[in-house]
T-cell receptor, first 112, second 114 residues
């Protein structure tokens, strides 16, 4: 059973471009969480999804950011018109209900 | 709303000494509690969890944590620290009665000096 897979591991985008971050949860996991981490800082919750549903997006910026977890395929975190302040590590975690979540290795987004 | 507090940004310990990384939480119902470790440029690795049962739970790499309901704490401990334990540690809580959200503390950097 492969772990949580995130790709790409590193992503460089110019200001104004779109960034798409993918997360394939562990087999059998129907819950996905996205977190953002700035250098030397903690994890900031962004969004919590179950298959085809957004459960809690209270941590998502109101503009430019969106997330989905379709019935088939990976979860996608999409950032439109990226700005330098979007540069961070973005982590995805998956879990079955009520037990621990397992994290991917993260995608490090750099906006130049 | 649930929350987790890690009051220390950094903990310094000499190798071979015991270590404690503190965590307190706030939830409306019964908590599920977790500790994770993050090494540089890596994702978070699960260390241990408390769901129910014994208040002292044992996890990976010799770590353990004690659940204290009256003090709403879940401190991480290890009897003898190793230099290789130096990393960023995160405490997390899940309240299954509140939408199953997983909330993290701000993290504590553990520095173990030889």
């Amino acid at each position: 059973n492969a772990g949580v897979m995130q790709n790409p591991r590193h992503l460089v985008r110019r200001r104004g471009q779109e960034a798409r971050l993918r997360c394939s949860p562990m087999k059998g996991h129907s819950h996905v969480y996205w977190y953002r981490q700035l250098p030397e800082e903690g994890l900031k919750f962004m969004v919590y999804l179950q298959k085809e549903n957004i459960i809690d997006e209270s941590g998502m910026p109101k503009e430019r950011f969106s997330a989905e977890f379709p019935k088939e395929g990976p979860s996608i975190l999409r950032i439109q018109q990226v700005v330098r302040g979007d540069s961070a590590a973005y982590f995805c975690a998956s879990s079955p209900v009520v037990v621990e979540a397992f994290f991917g290795q993260g995608t490090r987004l750099t906006v130049v | 709303a649930q929350s987790v507090a890690q009051p220390e940004d950094q903990v310094n310990v000499a190798e071979g000494n015991p270590l404690t990384v503190k965590c307190t939480y706030s939830v409306s119902g019964n908590p599920y509690l977790f500790w994770y470790v993050q090494y540089p440029n890596r994702g978070l690795q699960f260390l241990l969890k408390y769901i129910t049962g014994d208040n002292l739970v044992k996890g990976s790499y010799g770590f353990e944590a004690e659940f204290n309901k009256s003090q709403t704490s879940f401190h991480l401990k290890k009897p003898s620290a190793l230099v290789s334990d130096s990393a960023l540690y995160f405490c997390a809580v899940r309240d299954i009665n509140a939408g199953n959200m997983l909330t993290f503390g701000g993290g504590t950097r553990l520095m173990v000096k030889p």
